[in-house]
């Protein structure tokens, strides 16, 4: 092996010469054994005219070699074209062979040409080719055997990619197609998911990479399952629609998207609805800069409004999305004037004055604090930030005339067990209450409410925090082994939001098809298990990550629910559903936010949660008071 590695490490003018005697002896062999295959003997050699044919023949046969290019050919890296020159050159040299013979009157049977031409076209590519796989070998010392589910196009593509990869071997495909069974493509194994047990084993694979880019989330979702129960690591290969646009290389892997452990396919946005409270208007998002407020704005810079005034409490927040959205507005080249205002929902004439002076259409309401235990620790800013300031921007709203109000609203506001639901559910009572008198004016504000579920990769959402766990050698944290959740993309979530607030008629409250809830223990195992390691339990107590149940936190469900009552209708969207709910007249709203507010500003807690209690928003706390000042306070 150290022999081969001082060849491999010569210089390219060393190896050129060693190719050049290499291909001489050939030149030579092949004529020898040619001469004897023939006739038996190879004493006719001897005379000066068969001497004279050998040696015109060598320097026409490494000179066509030189010059077709052969021995600029780096054998790691051979190619069909090499062995095509190498076909190309010995032809020349056969045929040289059977010039000379005439020219020399040498007693060479005419045959012989022939198969000394089938002698020197094996050696000389014959060598390359061995040459070409000791290298791959010693290259391959130390890179990651890897098997690739797919062996169709994607996965032809990127086994041809990885050919001359010094990081990544592979050593198959895996297939359920029963069609490529116990077959071979490009010279590697198909196998079923069994075969791929053994292969696993046999190889040392650690990592299978999934090439099926144009497969739908439900499918791929089908294949992970069959995948998870191998010990590998499982990335997977971008888009499809990337990779056709340039955005992505097939051999760019990453690791297997969340949403295709979801199994859920989005459905295609109504155009028309997407549009109607958003082409050629003036539309401004509260908390422009959270997880759902800069993905609304993402989604509606593209259809393309008049003006979009991004309103955000967040100075860093507001400058990463304003920068984001102006660098789209001009590689689009769309004609919008992107306003990025700071401000506080709490401060009511900032908003009036922001909406007077832009003449605002459509509001998105995004901004609240969403963190169930951080709001449970600060009680107060939680209910000023969520019911006063949705209050307060609903008010500016109906004050400036704007047609269009939008409350992103979430499933724990259903029956609530934390102080985060309640005000959020109080936020829709205040929406409920001001609707009520916008639809007697006729042509008031139109209000409605989106309720959803959690989304993926939002601010506090638990898969980042399980990758950062798994990539930090666990372990895993989980609240409660039998908590579920439901999950959506943010994305996919901004969209239903807009469509949904373009059917509003005024109060209504849309529920968005959060599809199958999913259980978080469930997560976190395939996660581990799709980052190629063991779960670490009674069962196997030498597994590589372990995790561990917490407990739940303050005002935590185990189970969340995204409707109150039975009455639910359906839309024009499949995935948008409507809730008839009971809510507070304006008058009894405005005398119950009027003691809140009091009770608010002299710090008691306890008159806050029997205000909260007593109003019509479900409110079932499963904890005490759990503020932490006021705990602090009192000693508790």
Not at 161 to 168: D, F, G
Request: with cysteine; aromatic share 6%.
């Amino acid at each position: 092996m150290a022999r081969l590695n001082y060849i491999w490490n010569l210089s390219r003018l060393h190896k050129r010469l060693i190719s050049v005697i290499v291909d001489s002896i050939f030149i030579i062999g092949s004529f020898y054994i040619a001469y004897w295959a023939r006739i038996g003997t190879v004493i006719a050699i001897d005379s000066s005219a068969v001497q004279y044919a050998i040696l015109g023949t060598l320097v026409i046969t490494v000179t066509a070699f030189t010059k077709l290019g052969l021995y600029r050919a780096v054998l790691r890296y051979l190619t069909f074209h090499a062995l095509a020159v190498v076909s190309i050159g010995t032809a020349i040299s056969a045929f040289s062979v059977a010039v000379l013979a005439f020219y020399f009157d040498a007693p060479i049977p005419r045959s012989v040409p022939v198969i000394y031409g089938a002698f020197l076209c094996l050696l000389c590519g014959g060598s390359r080719l061995i040459v070409r796989v000791l290298v791959a070998q010693a290259n391959s010392k130390g890179s990651k055997r890897v098997l690739i589910y797919g062996a169709g196009s994607a996965g032809r593509q990127l086994a041809l990619a990885m050919r001359n990869s010094e990081t990544h071997k592979v050593v198959g495909f895996i297939d359920e197609d029963k069609t490529l069974e116990n077959t071979m493509v490009l010279g590697l194994n198909v196998c079923d998911i069994e075969g791929a047990a053994k292969l696993l084993k046999k190889h040392d694979v650690s990592q299978i990479l999934l090439a099926v880019p144009s497969a739908s989330r439900a499918r791929r979702k089908e294949i992970l399952e069959l995948l998870v129960p191998l010990s590998a690591e499982v990335l997977t290969v971008p888009d499809m629609q990337d990779i056709v646009e340039g955005k992505a290389n097939i051999d760019e892997l990453k690791d297997v998207p969340i949403e295709d452990l979801l199994g859920r396919d989005p459905v295609v946005p109504q155009q028309s609805l997407m549009e109607s409270n958003i082409k050629n208007k003036v539309v401004m998002v509260t908390g422009a800069g959270g997880s759902i407020g800069s993905e609304l704005c993402r989604q509606i810079i593209l259809l393309e409004p008049k003006a979009l005034i991004l309103f955000e409490l967040s100075e860093f927040g507001l400058y990463q999305v304003d920068r984001e959205l102006s660098m789209i507005a001009r590689s689009k080249k769309l004609p919008v004037k992107v306003i990025p205002l700071l401000g506080s929902v709490q401060n009511e004439n900032r908003l009036v004055t922001a909406m007077k002076t832009y003449d605002v259409d459509t509001v998105y309401h995004a901004a609240a604090y969403k963190h169930v235990p951080l709001v449970e620790y600060n009680v107060v800013e939680g209910v000023r930030n969520n019911v006063f300031g949705t209050y307060y921007t609903a008010k500016a709203a109906i004050d400036v005339g704007v047609e269009s109000f939008v409350l992103v609203s979430t499933d724990k506001a259903v029956r609530p067990t934390n102080v985060m639901g309640a005000t959020k559910r109080m936020a829709e009572l205040a929406l409920q209450a001001l609707s009520e008198e916008e639809n007697i004016k006729n042509n008031g504000t139109r209000f409605s409410m989106v309720r959803f579920g959690n989304v993926l990769g939002s601010s506090g959402s638990v898969i980042p925090l399980f990758k950062k766990q798994i990539a930090l050698g666990g372990p895993v944290t989980v609240t409660h082994k039998d908590i579920i959740r439901y999950f959506m993309t943010i994305p996919e979530a901004a969209q239903l939001v807009i469509q949904a607030g373009a059917m509003s008629k005024g109060g209504d409250v849309f529920v968005l098809d959060m599809g199958e809830p999913v259980r978080i223990t469930d997560l976190a195992e395939n996660l581990i298990k799709l980052s190629g390691l063991e779960v670490k339990n009674d069962e196997h107590p030498y597994g590589d990550i372990e995790i561990q149940f917490s407990g739940l936190r303050p005002g935590e469900k185990l189970y969340e629910e995204l409707l109150i009552g039975e009455r639910v209708g359906t839309t024009a969207h499949s995935r948008i559903m409507t809730a008839q709910e009971d809510f507070l007249p304006a008058i009894e709203y405005d005398e119950l936010l009027g003691r809140l507010d009091v009770a608010c500003h002299d710090m008691r807690h306890d008159e806050i949660r029997q205000l909260l209690l007593k109003a019509p928003t479900g409110f079932q706390p499963t904890d005490g008071i759990s503020d932490l000042v006021w705990n602090e306070k009192n000693g508790v």
